[in-house]
């Protein structure tokens, strides 16, 4: 018997007869003598429609009465997954949050977990009843309802998987996996049986879709065995383990596990500044303080006593961060701004580049016989990223994935 936490989103329990499809899930799984607790999600579509609500009434909605309304949409699912699985026979009684209660600080729309009590689902499941706890919402410690952003769902079923110390925590989405690429992209791209906790933190943040950032953190964090399967497709889905975990299954890392790419990118340069101590700080602090996410940098060593200072933002902040380089460039008195929205990321993960040298020179050499031209270049030690012109992607990941033999 093991205790298992999985996980549901908005697209499995869209309406009564995927709720029904769900409940018939989890009972498979306590006819097998598992205890199993339920995080959900609200159904589809409902979380858009109680914020267009919001904005018909205010225009600049209150952070914690949006809260308040937005968790009205998991309070919904558990209800109608609990009543699902008594009307098949299963003992079941759902929870909100703060019910449980997940104790969260107080920003709202974007709170973290602090702690959660487990007392009252160790009871529960004792009694031999299946827990469902609504997803994305906690509590703070004055009452107030809180939610934790984007993808808080997944957060919530890891980080109760870590208190309960579940053997396992299961997030069903609507893909039976982690693939090797995108296989809207590449088909004959490969779904992984496993990936280690690094890589899949790595793809994530690349654009990998599959699972929320901090969810992954969390199971990282607290050693959580993280599985993703498909709600309406069968299979073993992919197992999310620590590096050590997979040595201990004596399997061999492959050099690469998987291929990311991002479209949301764009990149500024500032050309000309003065080549001296903290001008590094002087472009990018005013835009750090302004809240806009910067990745990739390059800054060139001038000749001149000047140097070229090249970064990219998303594309929803560059006229936002072109402005503000603007007068940062008035004050510097450098040469020329130059802007490009028209650029992607493409990124190779894998935790074997570790003990493998010329994976980037191999890389390199599969763009330049594909004619592509690389703008940036940017490292880790299990990642290798290109900043290639937007037109070239579909050939850049497809010549990728075939080259490094990812559908094998």
């Known amino acids: 018997m093991a205790l298992i936490v999985q ?17 018939q899930k989890v009972r498979q799984f306590v006819a097998e003598g598992h205890q199993v607790v339920v995080t959900v999600s609200a159904m589809s579509g409902e979380t858009n429609r109680l914020t267009a609500l919001a904005n018909e009434i205010q225009s600049q909605p209150c952070k914690r009465e949006m809260d308040v309304l937005l968790t009205t949409g998991e309070q919904v699912t558990i209800a109608l997954l609990s009543m699902a699985l008594q009307e098949i026979g299963v003992s079941a009684v759902s929870y909100t949050g703060w019910q449980v209660a997940i104790r969260t600080n107080d920003i709202h729309s974007k709170a973290r977990i602090e702690g959660i009590d487990a007392e009252k689902i160790n009871h529960q ?35 109760l998987a870590a208190a309960l110390k579940a053997d396992e925590c299961q997030i069903y989405t609507d ?49 959580v065995p993280l599985r993703v399967l498909s709600s309406l497709k069968e299979g073993g889905g992919t197992l999310l383990i620590s590096e050590e975990d997979f040595e201990g299954l004596n399997m061999e890392k492959p050099l690469i596990s998987g291929i990311a790419f991002s479209r949301d990118e764009a990149k500024l340069m500032i050309l000309g500044v003065p080549d001296r101590p903290g001008v590094a700080f002087q472009i990018l602090g005013p835009i750090s303080d302004a809240n806009i996410e910067i990745d990739m940098i390059i800054q060139n060593q001038g000749v001149d006593g000047t140097t070229d200072f090249t970064f990219t933002v998303s ?58 031209n690389i703008q940036m270049i940017g490292t880790t030690e ?23 033999e990812l559908d094998q």
């Open 7 to 23: 996980k549901y989103g908005g697209t499995s329990v869209g309406n009564v007869e995927r709720i029904q499809n769900v409940a």
């Open 125 to 159: 499941l004792s009694d031999g009843k299946v827990v469902i706890v609504a997803g994305f919402q906690g509590v703070t410690d004055e009452g107030d309802i809180t939610t934790l952003g984007r993808g808080g769902s997944d957060t919530t079923a890891v980080a």
């Open 175 to 223: 893909v039976d996996g982690v693939y090797t690429t995108d296989p809207r992209v590449v088909p004959e791209a490969r779904r992984l049986d496993y990936v280690t906790f690094d890589e899949m933190l790595e793809l994530a943040s690349l654009g990998a879709k599959v699972l929320q950032i901090r969810s992954v953190e969390f199971a990282s964090k607290y050693k």
């Open 315 to 372: 594309r929803g902040d560059l006229r936002a961060a072109k402005a503000i380089l603007e007068e940062t460039a008035a004050t510097l008195g450098a040469r020329e701004i130059l802007c490009d929205d028209t650029i992607v990321k493409i990124s190779m993960v894998g935790v074997g580049m570790k003990s493998h040298s010329g994976i980037a020179s191999k890389m390199f050499k599969v763009l330049a016989e594909n004619e592509i």
């Open 382 to 404: 299990i990642k290798i990223s290109v900043v290639i012109h937007e037109s070239m992607l579909e050939t850049a990941v497809q010549a990728l994935h075939q080259a490094f």
